[in-house]
């Protein structure tokens, strides 16, 4: 195994099932740390290979992405009852899930799998084998018209387009369009790297692509595709200093940039690209088509990640009822291929047969509560109703509305503190629409007078 992949750090309460595992694994030659929350877990951490979590709670899945950026490999450790986090903890990037009471042989396949996976990592970027000319058809799913469309993109980029710009909404699955571009050209030949625009780890791939040193600076020199993810919240000097680095010299011709533009729906303002990162004579901009564009390819793409999550967790292959696939293309996927995975792993987990049905896909929590809510005010409303006057008139539409609003601004303006901008945000609206409607209900506050300070 590589060096201080053989100490271990596990993460989170110990149970009688949990101590019996970590005495299996120092039995079998692992140095084992413990740690209850994070606070220790940092002060353990740089000395371990390889991380066990055990989230009470789905707050706790954000430690994951977290110790990845330090170099560790991380699994999940979850009770029978907990099982519904491992979606969560898979998305943010756990490399497997073990659920109480769990065999140290089973911690331990993991760890040297992972350990023959970094020797093999190191092989491949020079012993990249050849691929068929159609490399990276096969990676986009679906015959609809959008997703044609966005294959004839991927074909027009060729080798003289040094970057490549792809614009999706929010959950959109960049990383198979990359994967694609890449087949395209430069070729399986090359590394496809991939860089999250956070900070500071993306600045110190920043500067080594500058320096021309490490993995950045050697698909610049060589070749290779660098993939850069959610590029639009980077800061404008990092902008600056990515398109003089990769765009404005000359590098290699086997070199690509890809950069994921990624729109928010919900967001009025979106951050945005320089200029000289988005040129449309040295970047070639690619639309991916939301997923509500792509109903017609809802089945085969279910299908494709119900067999992909099979396979990761070892079970036997599940089919959608036909009610199943129904109520999948009815839905109204804001969230694209990245809620789809969301719900089908979760279906997959908690079903039972052989088959996912429309009953395993549990309704969201807001779309319940909008359902609580207007079964409430029908049941509220049809008494008043019934009681007006056949054809007399009234104000009736208005003195509803108002008497909803006031006391739902009230409360809002309660929850943010007297913050107009918060509570804005928490109705999801203009903040301008929002100081003209507290006008109207006689809600807003006097001149020079701010609302109450939250403690």
Known sequence: MAIGSNRLLFVGALSPGRRLMLEGLEDRGFQVETAPGPERAWALLESCGLVLLAPASRGEISLIPRFEEQGKTVGMVLRADDKGLAPHGLKAGARSVFVDEVHPEEVFGFARAMAEEGLLRREVR????EVRQQAGSEILIGSSAPS?????????????????????????DFGAVARALHA??????????????RQPAFEKALARLEKGKGEEGEILELGGSLLIEEAQVLPREFQARLAAAVLEETPCPDFRLIL?????????????LLPALCDERRCLAVRIPTLRERRKDLPELAGAVLRD???RFGLEPRTLTPGAVEALVERPWWGNESELEMILCRALLLSGGATISVDDFAPSPPSRRRGEMEEFFRERLAAVVSALGKGSSSDFYAHTIRSVEKPLFELILRESGGNQLKA???????????????QELNLASPAGRRGPRRK
Request: include cysteine.
């Open 126 to 129: 020079w012993l990249r084998s």
């Open 148 to 172: 044609e469309r966005l294959r004839r993109s991927i074909r027009e980029a060729g080798p003289q387009h040094r970057g490549v710009l792809l614009r999706g909404e929010k959950g959109a």
């Open 184 to 197: 395209r050209h430069p070729g399986q030949r090359h590394p496809l790297i991939h860089r999250q625009a």
């Open 260 to 272: 994921c533009e990624t729109i928010d729906p919900e967001r009025l303002i979106q951050d945005s």
């Open 309 to 311: 999550f099979a396979e």
């Open 424 to 438: 804005a945000q928490l109705l999801g609206m203009n903040r301008n629409t929002l100081h003209r409607k507290l």
